[in-house]
């Protein structure tokens, strides 16, 4: 088992830093995305990894592709580069990387799980935010016939990384904040386990968001409606896999 970090990255600049430096101080390699940043945070991205040439590897990409293209581009080069796993972490510090050795403990002792985090949140999470995930926890609850994905929106998980490159390989998967639930729930319907593992969420700490409000929520709704139709035609299989366990 040979895991690194993928961290997509747009524009935070002031964060990144802090957060690569947390992740390879547990050790682990990184592979950082940028997702067409502007000139000020793609020369700290150049500088750290300059800094670090043999545990930081820069994918960088022409122009913004959302979240997902990021994210598909940095499993695709963690692949190439050899490696059996990826945890995926978020750029701007919310995610809490004390938690990392603990993921990667999991995934060690069951290598073909996907370990996802579970939220807990302290005062700095948006209410609207909060409150607005739990219509994505019941669409996917729905989708999966299945309580086993506690929330499918947390970007701080560990992903195998053969079935996940098989899948978005194979599957045409939103590119954006999208990505997230939509992978997670098409690893599930090709009979991935997952792991549900607490881990602590603050809001990000220099004050940028990349949701967009309205477009992201249409681009999520659209991705509902989808897998919906996808979990009927899936359904036989589906419900066989709830009767066999």
């Not at 947390?154 to 490159?165: A, D, I, K, S």
């Not at 309205?214 to 999520?220: A, T």
């Amino acid at each position: 088992m040979k895991v690194c970090a993928v961290i997509p990255v747009y524009n935070h600049g002031e964060a990144v830093g802090a957060v690569v430096h947390a992740v390879r101080g547990h050790g682990l390699p990184c592979v950082l995305v940028d997702d067409g940043s502007e000139p000020g945070c793609a020369q700290v991205l150049d500088t750290l990894a300059q800094e670090d040439r043999s545990g930081i590897q820069l994918v960088r990409l022409p122009q913004n592709e959302g979240k997902g293209g990021a994210m598909m581009a940095g499993l695709r080069a963690a692949h190439a580069s050899g490696f059996s796993h990826a945890l995926q972490i978020d750029a701007d510090g919310q995610h809490d990387t004390g938690d990392i050795p603990r993921f990667v403990e999991l995934a060690s002792a069951s290598p073909t799980t996907l370990i996802c985090g579970t939220p807990v949140y302290d005062e700095s999470v948006p209410k609207g935010r909060l409150y607005g995930r739990y219509a994505t926890h019941i669409w996917v609850w729905i989708n999966t016939l299945s309580l086993a994905i506690r929330d499918s929106m947390c970007g701080f998980r560990v992903y195998p990384l053969e079935p996940t490159l098989a899948l978005i390989n194979s599957v045409r998967i939103g590119k954006r904040m999208d990505f997230d639930v939509e992978v997670l729930v098409r690893l599930y319907w090709r009979g991935m386990r997952v792991h549900n593992q607490p881990t602590r969420v603050r809001y990000p700490t220099d004050g940028i968001s990349h949701f967009d409000v309205l477009w992201d929520n249409v681009r999520i709704s659209g991705m509902h409606a989808k897998l919906f139709f996808g979990m009927l035609a899936r359904l036989p299989l589906l419900l066989w896999r709830k009767v066999a366990a």
